[in-house]
């Protein structure tokens, strides 16, 4: 991909986030978004497919714009335990205040677009657990890494769970999956709070 269609891409998926928001999944049409840029609409079709390969291609970006943050979130931290737990309540805090995962999990229109977070999120939790399998393995050498895979694909299950039906806070959220990992991976962590 030239630099041209990679700009290109961009472009429509930033018309895109801006749209959905504002008008929901279904409230967006193609035309819009090519509207929006300057393209044709034939244009926004041959670069995604439809609008679902469009709202998948934006998930799978946003995802990718998330495990940048994580990846200088665990940067940052020499304890696994730290690094997780910051890197849990980066990942809640910045869903929680982003608009276009408000769209999708709250349902303002884009009820359509919730499979991508649960039965369709294939595509994210793969690039989300390989990524971040990679970046720790690299961090902390000493992991065994087939636990570390299991326990990676666990945390960001429940990081998404939570994403989808916060109960707690993202703070205590992010300490009881620390928690679970660094147990996991036989590395220290602290004892759980007692709550009074």
Not at 32 to 51: H, I, L, M, P, W
Not at 99 to 128: D, I, R, W
Not at 135 to 141: E, I, L, N, S
Request: charged share 25%; aromatic share 6%; net charge negative.
């Amino acid at each position: 991909m030239t630099t041209g269609q990679r700009s290109l891409r961009d472009a429509l998926l930033d018309a895109f986030a801006e749209l959905l928001p504002l008008r929901g999944y279904r409230g967006v049409r193609m035309q819009d978004v090519a509207d929006a840029v300057g393209v044709s609409r034939q244009t926004v079709y041959n670069e995604f497919g439809d609008k679902w390969g469009l709202a998948q291609a934006l998930m799978i970006r946003r995802n990718e714009q998330y495990l940048d943050g994580i990846d200088q979130v665990f940067r940052r931290h020499d304890d696994l335990y730290e690094a997780v737990a910051a890197a849990v309540a980066y990942t809640l805090e910045m869903s929680a205040d982003d608009p276009v995962s408000k769209a999708v999990l709250t349902g303002a229109g884009g009820e359509e677009l919730l499979p991508l977070m649960t039965t369709q999120a294939e595509p994210v939790l793969f690039g989300a657990r390989t990524r971040l399998i990679e970046h720790v393995a690299a961090q902390w050498p000493q992991l065994d890494r087939r636990a570390l895979a299991e326990v990676a694909d666990a945390a960001i299950r429940l990081t998404m769970s939570h994403m989808l039906l916060p109960a707690d806070p993202p703070e205590q959220v992010a300490r009881q999956i620390a928690r679970m990992v660094a147990r996991y991976l036989g590395e220290p962590c602290p004892p759980p709070k007692v709550r009074q």
